[in-house]
Structure formats: C-alpha cells, structure tokens
C-alpha cells in the first residue's frame, strides 16, 4: 500500500514562492515516476512536472517550464515542487502521484497512487 502525503500549499501573492512536498510511505516499485498535477475548479487535472527517481530525469509542461522545478530527496523519502513568479492563474488544487515506470508522461490516467492535495491560492 502506498501513501502520498502532500504539505506546503497557502495563499501567496502574484510573483511570489512556494514550495510543495509529498511524503510518501509504504512499499514502492524498484523504478518509478513521481509527479506534481493539479486542478482548479471546473478545469481538468493537468499535470505539471514528472521525475524519475531511478536517474532524475525531469519533465515539465509548458506552463511550469522556468518557474517551477521538480526535485526529490530520495533519503527523506519526499517529492518536492519549487514554485517561483506565481501568478493568480496557478492557483488550484496540487497533487502528487506516483506510479511504476520510466519516462512516463504527464496524463493523470497513466498514475495510480495519489495524494489527498493541498491548496495553492495566488491573488
């Protein structure tokens, strides 16, 4: 069983910083994807970044490119998401997940294990 527990979220102003985390507990694959998404009210859930925690090998979406980065500490067993220059359009539900793999891409069908979200609000 696999738990995902994400922190960090709050409200902020435009331009400001934040940085997410996700611990996660419990038996794991040997190589897997961990990945930040997130959602706002009526919109679709969209992925934003994806690490692979065999290599670091990190993927972002348009939207996050130069702003956000992806990052885990493989001793805290903790998934990170430092978010920079936030603006009101970044606010929305943020999840972590994970899910066997390599190089896997950035749809929220292709991960199983989530996280319960934290709250991201930019004004």
């Known amino acids: 069983h696999v738990q995902l527990v994400e922190s960090g979220g709050g409200s902020v102003q435009t331009g400001g910083s934040l940085r997410l985390s996700c611990e996660h507990f419990g038996r794991f694959y040997s190589t897997y994807c961990m990945a930040w998404f997130r959602q706002a009210p009526g919109k679709e859930r969209e992925g934003i970044a994806r690490?692979?925690?065999?290599?670091?090998?990190?993927a972002y979406a348009d939207s996050a490119k130069g702003r956000f980065t992806i990052s885990r500490d493989n001793s805290k067993n903790t998934l990170y998401l430092e978010m920079n220059a936030l603006k009101p359009e970044d606010t929305a539900m943020y999840y972590c997940?994970?899910?066997?793999?390599?190089?896997?891409?950035?749809?929220?069908?292709?991960?199983?294990?989530w996280g319960q979200g934290t709250q991201v609000t930019v004004s």
């Open positions: 690490i692979v925690t065999g290599n670091g090998d990190a």
């Open positions: 997940a994970v899910e066997e793999g390599y190089y896997l891409g950035l749809r929220a069908g292709t991960y199983s294990n």
